[in-house]
């Protein structure tokens, strides 16, 4: 079974650098072909697809971000991160994790997403 | 960048009805050495998070209903709901994968 779970840390400050955490099980991303990608919804918004993350440790980016991310993977500790750095207001979202690979590259399987808010 | 085209907005709808709401692409999603269209559509309820229903276009997710039918080729997709029920209450996302990841804007289904 497939599960994926985000953590972060739910309030900064304008100019800090965002961490979040997605701890998955049911697959491995130094199995062929899985990756790992992550996604962001303001409230009452539409998604927003950041970057993407495989088991060869490929990475992309959304080029209209991609100079403030950063991805990465910790294959024995099943999980991948994303640093969103010089974060402002309009990064106020909640931020999921999801499962793509190589050949279903859509996303089947999403975290429950979790809410960071930029604020003064 | 694949801009994803997503309308309409919002639809009232009454159970029973049939649905359809479409998705178009600022250009083909069909990659030719496979054939495949590189369109997914997601379901997103209100607190929850987004679904996979459909993916190559028209290929349903395992245990998605059989009234989720989606179609559509290169540039054109539409997603249609042969009797909507209430629990597809929804906003609909397509999402394009052919080159990175663009979602659309989304289709609110609302009750009439």
């Known amino acids: 079974q497939v599960t994926l779970k985000e953590s972060g840390p739910g309030i900064l400050q304008p100019s800090q650098t965002l961490s979040l955490t997605c701890t998955f099980s049911g697959f491995s991303l130094s199995t062929y072909g899985m990756g790992v990608g992550w996604i962001r919804q303001p409230s009452g918004k539409g998604l927003e697809w950041l970057a993407n993350i495989w088991w060869d440790d490929d990475k992309y980016y959304n080029p209209s971000l991609k100079n403030r991310l950063t991805i990465s993977k910790d294959t024995s500790n099943n999980q991948a991160f994303l640093k969103i750095t010089n974060v402002d207001t309009a990064d106020t979202a909640t931020y999921y994790c999801?499962?793509?690979?190589?050949?279903?590259?859509?996303?089947?399987?999403w975290g429950q997403g979790v809410m960071v808010t930029v604020s003064s | 960048d694949i801009v994803m085209t997503q309308t309409p907005s919002s639809q009232a709808v009454s159970a029973g009805e049939k649905v359809t709401m479409s998705c178009k692409s600022s250009q083909s999603l069909l990659y030719n050495e496979n054939k495949k269209n590189y369109l997914a559509w997601y379901q997103q309820k209100p607190g929850q998070s987004p679904k996979l229903l459909i993916y190559w276009a028209s290929t349903r997710e395992s245990g998605v209903p059989d009234r989720f039918i989606g179609s559509g080729s290169g540039t054109d997709f539409t997603l249609t709901i042969s009797s909507v029920q209430a629990e597809d209450l929804a906003v609909y996302y397509c999402q394009q994968y052919y080159n990175l990841y663009t979602f659309g804007a989304g289709t609110k289904l609302e009750l009439k």
């Open positions: 999801a499962r793509p690979d190589y050949y279903r590259p859509y996303f089947d399987y």
